[in-house]
């Protein structure tokens, strides 16, 4: 079994279930990330309780706070461990868009994580500058 306890299991589902629809759009091969991710943590089969929760959840009725809160405190081990989980969630559709990164900063937050926490996990657009315009001549 993983560092996740059984308690944790369903808000840990709601959370990476939240993750796959952070872009509003929530594809099968996403849904299918989560599966293959609570498959690893429960040793073989998800359990039937968790297996309804994931064919169930709805983002409209998802509380991020909530969810968090149901986690626990977590060293920063699971922090970083639950961080990497939803960012492969996200990636599972090959696309990372900047909602995608600011669910991700979310759930660090809702956590307690450091930035440094996640980390090459999100990306964000930096300003531009403009060139300098040439001298005048």
Same mark, same amino acid.
């Given at each position: 079994?993983?560092?996740?306890?059984?308690?944790?299991? *369903?808000?840990? +589902?709601?959370?990476?279930? #939240?993750?796959?629809?952070?872009?509003?759009?929530?594809?099968?091969?996403?849904?299918?990330?989560?599966? &293959?991710?609570? &498959?690893?943590?429960?040793?073989? =089969?998800?359990?039937?309780?968790?297996? !309804?929760?994931?064919?169930?959840?709805? $983002? =409209?009725?998802?509380? /991020? !706070? $909530?969810?968090? +809160?149901?986690?626990? &405190?977590?060293?920063?081990?699971?922090?970083? #461990?639950?961080?990497?989980?939803? #960012?492969?969630? $996200?990636?599972?559709?090959?696309?990372?868009?900047?909602?995608?990164?600011?669910?991700?900063?979310?759930?660090? =937050? !809702?956590?307690?994580?450091?930035?440094?926490?996640?980390?090459?996990?999100?990306?964000?657009?930096?300003?531009? $500058?403009?060139? *300098? /315009? *040439? *001298? &005048? +001549?």
């Amino acid at each position: 079994m993983s560092q996740w306890n059984e308690a944790q299991l *369903p808000h840990l +589902a709601d959370i990476l279930m #939240a993750a796959a629809g952070a872009d509003q759009e929530t594809l099968a091969t996403e849904t299918s990330a989560v599966r &293959k991710i609570l &498959k690893e943590l429960q040793g073989a =089969k998800v359990s039937s309780e968790i297996d !309804a929760r994931v064919r169930a959840f709805s $983002t =409209k009725g998802f509380n /991020l !706070a $909530t969810a968090a +809160a149901g986690l626990g &405190k977590l060293d920063e081990a699971s922090r970083r #461990a639950l961080l990497a989980l939803v #960012a492969r969630v $996200t990636e599972s559709d090959e696309v990372h868009d900047l909602a995608e990164s600011d669910f991700i900063v979310r759930v660090a =937050k !809702a956590i307690g994580a450091s930035p440094g926490e996640y980390q090459g996990l999100t990306v964000e657009l930096l300003p531009s $500058t403009p060139p *300098p /315009l *040439p *001298p &005048k +001549a």
